[in-house]
């Protein structure tokens, strides 16, 4: 019989406020944060995630989400020659043309062709 396995990491739905505004609501009359992390069906990292951003702005700071987007490009892009386009997206100009490619030969190459040129 073969069994299905399971994925080493499943996915895991965001949190939603309302489950958020739960499980700190739950803490604050219980003082239990693994009570509070059943109670919610969270996780405790969950808990720890929000705790900051609780303490420092209250219920309204976990009604907002942040981006999981990079919000800086790496060094070569910032580097990179950039117009705005007339819709509104980043326009990366061309680069330059490459030099002319060179002729490099190696010196077994030349050995090899010095003596086939001797009389």
């Not at 069994?3 to 080493?8: F, G, H």
């Not at 693994?34 to 951003?53: D, I, M, N, P, Q």
């Not at 326009?91 to 030349?110: H, M, N, Q």
């Amino acid at each position: 019989m073969s069994e299905k396995k399971q994925p080493r990491h499943p996915y895991v739905r965001p949190t939603t406020p309302q489950q958020r505004r739960f499980l700190f609501e739950t803490y604050e009359r219980t003082h239990d944060v693994a009570e509070s992390c059943r109670l919610a069906h969270l996780g405790r990292s969950t808990f720890y995630f929000w705790k900051a951003r609780f303490d420092a702005g209250g219920y309204a700071a976990l009604e907002q989400t942040r981006s999981h987007a990079r919000h800086t490009y790496s060094a070569a892009v910032q580097a990179l020659p950039a117009v705005s386009g007339s819709s509104g997206r980043l326009v990366v100009s061309p680069l330059p043309a490459a030099p002319e490619p060179k002729t490099i030969l190696a010196r077994s190459s030349l050995t090899r062709t010095w003596i086939m040129a001797r009389p």
